[in-house]
């Protein structure tokens, strides 16, 4: 049950921080420049864009051999109702000037790299973008850090071909969250491309035992069972 607590604690403060660089006013995060950008070109709203690209990105995450768990099912369904829900919560303020969302940026830096470190060490499967980021990683043999910048950047670069729009709260992340990223793990001398995964069946039969072993706990330590 430790592992679920990590998952969701993980996947609160992965959406606490896109709310956090959200309100720096400083401009769309470079995925969301990408998802606008798609939009106008095939003519759906953004919110169904987004859905489609992530599907996308879960199948390029497949072929390269990364599970598909039930953290990543939890990412793709709760991280967006997540990061609506302290949204409108309104917990998070907005920056009033450059400065502000500049630290706010670099807040939800540092609380995305938190928040990753949780999520993706638990081992019950990753993000649509976090696996394919992962599984080049372990395919080229190259740091969490390189594949995220390349992978935001290319998102970047062709989402305002397309026509999104993008600011300097759009360069800042894609040219330094995989830092923050990777940085969690090298203090916690944790190996992101060593972690085990388990794919969606494994993770319902680890919750399952994991339910058992903590009842038969209760039966053997609580004499009212006896």
Not at 1 to 13: P, S, T
Not at 71 to 79: D, E, K, N
Not at 124 to 153: A, W
Not at 154 to 182: C, Q, R
């Amino acid at each position: 049950m430790l592992k679920m607590i990590r998952l969701f604690v993980g996947i609160f403060l992965c959406s606490s921080s896109t709310v956090f660089m959200l309100n720096s006013n400083l401009g769309l995060l470079p995925w969301d420049v990408f998802h606008q950008g798609i939009s106008k070109v095939i003519g759906l709203d953004i919110g169904i864009t987004t859905v489609i690209v992530s599907f996308i990105v879960l199948i390029i995450s497949f072929i390269l051999e990364e599970k598909i768990g039930f953290g990543t099912l939890v990412s793709i369904v709760g991280g967006g109702i997540l990061v609506d829900i302290i949204n409108n919560s309104n917990i998070i303020p907005k920056a009033t000037n450059i400065y502000s969302g500049l630290f706010m940026i670099l807040i939800g830096m540092i609380v995305m790299g938190i928040g990753c470190y949780f999520y993706i060490s638990c081992g019950l499967g990753c993000g649509p973008r976090d696996s394919t980021m992962i599984g080049f990683s372990k395919k080229l043999n190259k740091s969490v850090q390189l594949i995220k910048v390349v992978m935001e950047v290319t998102a970047l670069i062709v989402g305002v071909i397309l026509g999104g729009k993008f600011g300097l709260g759009t360069i800042i992340p894609a040219l330094f969250l995989g830092v923050f990223i990777e940085l969690p793990f090298k203090i916690a001398k944790c190996d992101v491309k060593q972690i085990k995964h388990k794919s969606l069946k494994e993770s319902y039969l680890h919750i399952i035992y994991s339910l058992k072993l903590n009842r038969d706990k209760n039966i053997i330590f609580n004499p009212s069972h006896n």
